[in-house]
């Protein structure tokens, strides 16, 4: 391997280990403008300029480290630091470390990349704190209205706007930014595998295929906040009730639906309390496949009658959608060449690159995952896979830049 221990992608990412551990949930909660997320922002300023890149962040608050001066035709790696709640070490900031890595592989190759090379980190790649997955890429290419982002709001109330502004940015500027879209000629996402398929194909990286389409729904369901010791059983209209249908309601209905992932992984009681009967009950509805918005109506249409049954009232609301993403066919193929020909696998996670697929060509690297676990404390990878992955990207990198 290229590299001291220090500068190899495995070493890189045992820097901040210590950053950002969920002590009640286990593994990792980092979300965008938290303290977790902005002292990995800060490390990752300190990497770049010990490596002598030039830093900039822009104005939806993504951070970019250059190698030669910007400019149309860029060659741009790098992927996220936040996490899911809870999340695993290597979900985002391999990519991130893997990019650096790659970048002291080059010059210890004594490769000068002919084109400008860039290091990016996005903002709010999983939507832990304000909801909407892959909000910094979003922004920058103006998929996501930058009216919409800013009234968005983190479990604590805090509006986007806000904590823009708390961050040191300015809300006014937010929102597509097309001259710095127009710097990236190719885009190159590494990320750790998340599913399992390089374990059983022996091999340690892959290109990506395919994005499956995925969306996320917020479901509120209102009755009467009660007593729960004074007020019987026949005498309520509980939300919880149907709330707790439509969960089940889900399973089932995806079940039935080939090649649909559909998860409910967060309800919130409102107000909360043990001997409280529940004013209102949200869930968050998390649907993908090849015809999700079949399995939403269908999911809505459980709700509304669970709903109905409790003298209750539900209301659905999208909080994001993302189409199927098919990678940029010659770019993927030139990926995979570089590396001798390795395996292209399809994900059902999204990615900020399949963002940016819609506006300039994309390509991924998966990592091997031998478990298949992610978005969760037991995600893993050797350090010999992630120092391989980060060598990788370094020829791939190479490749396109010369």
Known sequence: MTGTPETRASGLLADIADVGRDR?????????FDGAECELREWFAGEAR?????LEQDRNGNLWAWWGDPGPDAVVTGSHLDSVPGGGAFDGPLGVVSALSAVDILRARGVTPAKPLGVVVFGEEEGGRFGVPCLGSRLLTGSLPAEKALRLRDPDGTTFADAVRGAGLDPERIGADPELVGRIGRFV????EQGRGLIDLGRPVAVGSTVIAHGRWRLTFAGQGNHAGATPMDDRR????????????VRRIATSAPGTRATVGRVAANPGGTNVIASTVDLWLDARGPDVPSVVRDVEAAARAAAE????????????WGDEVVFDPALRDAVSAELGGVPALPTGAGHDAAVLSGHVPAAMLYVRNPTGVSHAPEEFAEDADVDAGAEALATVLAGLSA
């Open 238 to 249: 509980d939300p919880m009730l149907p709330a707790a249908e439509t969960v089940a309601a």
């Open 189 to 192: 996402e590494l990320h750790v």
């Open 24 to 32: 009640m949930r286990g593994g990792y909660s980092r979300h965008v």
């Open 50 to 54: 010990r490596r002598g890149l030039d």
């Open 309 to 320: 049954a409790e003298g209750c009232t539900v209301e659905l609301r999208e909080e994001s």
